[in-house]
């Protein structure tokens, strides 16, 4: 099994910045992609930004110019920087890996998910 544990959600006032991360451990042979998805109330689950074990990077273009998605392969871990906040952006937030575990089967996980809140 692979699990995904998040940190670093909060509440943050518009044009602030918060960074997640969200680190994978268990049975894991390597970690094809990762990717941080959200749900705001009411609304549908949204990607946000996915970066592959290669470093290839792509966003919605409601964050794009204002998050950074990076990893780190040593670590099995990705972060999300998010700069320039804006109220929109209250959702919670959520990870998802893919890759292949020791056992050469494909996986895909999920993180536990983060409330991120932009509020004055």
């Known amino acids: 099994q692979v699990q995904l544990v998040e940190s670093g959600g909060g509440l943050v006032q518009p044009g602030g910045s918060l960074r997640l991360s969200c680190a994978a451990s268990?049975?894991?042979?390597?970690?094809?992609?990762m990717g941080w998805y959200r749900q705001a109330p009411g609304k549908q689950r949204e990607l946000v930004a996915t970066?592959?074990?290669?470093?290839?990077?792509t966003y919605a273009d409601s964050v794009k110019g204002r998050f950074t998605i990076s990893r780190d392969n040593a670590k099995n871990t990705v972060y999300l920087q998010m700069n320039s906040l804006k109220p929109e952006d209250t959702a919670v937030y959520s990870c998802?890996?893919?890759?292949?575990?020791?056992?050469?089967?494909?996986?895909?996980?999920w993180g536990q998910g983060s409330q991120v809140t932009v509020s004055s």
């Open positions: 998802n890996a893919n890759g292949r575990d020791i056992t050469f089967n494909d996986f895909g996980s």
């Open positions: 268990g049975s894991i042979f390597s970690i094809y992609a």
């Open positions: 970066i592959t074990s290669a470093g290839s990077t």
